[in-house]
């Protein structure tokens, strides 16, 4: 990860960002925590279905046997992973057949499943207008995150203060997003989080997987729609790319309908 951040601009961005989960953006594509902050990560996507690809599609840097071959392997884990866990979460919740959690997300079907590289600059609260990651849920069914370093937080169900997440060597944070809320008949609650800047001198280093269903599963939405996997998805993103002003107007879709 290093080695690709601190590579030159052109470098990294040699693909650009061909689809929203695939591909390189530098910082500033994404609206900040602060009203009128622009975050200040930069992003390194590889797609599950891309990754399969016999030639994948990435920077030249990265496309390499050693490099494609962790890629791979840390999706495919991440991939059982989270689908073990939604198939225990089906059993839990006592469902069967077609209507299993993971029975929509079926590893053959195309997806929006991706690994995210992110390298976050490091930043003062205090006088830094371009910090952090901004308060939102996760679009997708499960997400595995990765990270050795202070920064992440969370707003539980129900409260207005926000707690930190202490990173623990050996062990990744597993974050419900939108859609498996909606999937559950929003039982489950996706998690509101944030990231903020703990220090002004070290970069931030973290590492996602995000499970995300099949494009064509449908699930009731927090307006009450018939949506798509895929077109929450797409429209999430925009969400994501808006300014604050613009924001304020689709909040509930910011965190999947949750309060906060
Ligand atoms: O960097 C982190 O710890 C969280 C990143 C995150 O929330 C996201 O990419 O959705
Ligand atoms: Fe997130």
């Keep these: 990860m290093r080695r690709f951040f601190n590579s030159p601009h052109d470098e990294k961005n040699e693909i650009g960002l061909p689809s929203l989960e695939h591909g390189y953006e530098p910082v500033g594509n994404h609206t900040g925590v602060l009203e009128g902050t622009m975050v200040v990560y930069e992003i390194l996507q590889v797609s599950r279905d891309e990754i ?38 089906s059993t839990a919740f006592g469902l069967s057949g077609e ?5 929509a997300h079926r590893n053959e079907h195309k997806s929006n499943s991706a ?27 499960l997400t595995l995150l990765f990270s050795e370093q202070w920064g992440l937080q969370v707003l539980p169900p129900g409260s ?11 062990h990744a944070v597993v974050n419900v997003g939108d859609s498996l809320r909606f999937a559950s008949g929003h039982k489950l609650f996706s998690c509101i989080h944030q990231v903020v800047p703990i220090d002004n001198v070290a970069d931030r280093y973290s590492i996602a997987f995000f499970l995300r269903p099949e ?7 927090s307006q009450g729609r018939w949506v798509r996997a895929d077109q929450w998805h797409d429209e999430k993103f925009d969400v994501f ?3 604050h002003a613009e924001q304020k107007l689709v909040n509930s879709m910011l965190v999947g309908g949750m309060e906060g």
């Design 160 to 170: 207005d203060t926000w707690g930190f997440v202490e990173p623990k060597k050996g």
């Design 241 to 243: 790319k808006a300014t």
């Design 99 to 103: 209507a299993r959690f993971e029975n």
């Design 115 to 141: 690994l995210a590289m992110m390298r976050y600059l490091p930043g003062d609260p205090k006088s830094s207008k371009e910090i952090g990651h901004q308060k939102h849920t996760d679009i997708g069914s």
């Design 215 to 221: 494009n064509h599963a449908k699930f009731l939405d």
């Design 52 to 89: 399969r690809m016999p030639n994948p599609n990435l920077p030249s840097i990265v496309h390499n046997d050693r490099d494609i071959k962790t890629f791979s392997d840390f999706i495919g884990g991440s991939n059982i992973i989270t689908k073990t866990i939604l198939s225990c979460l």
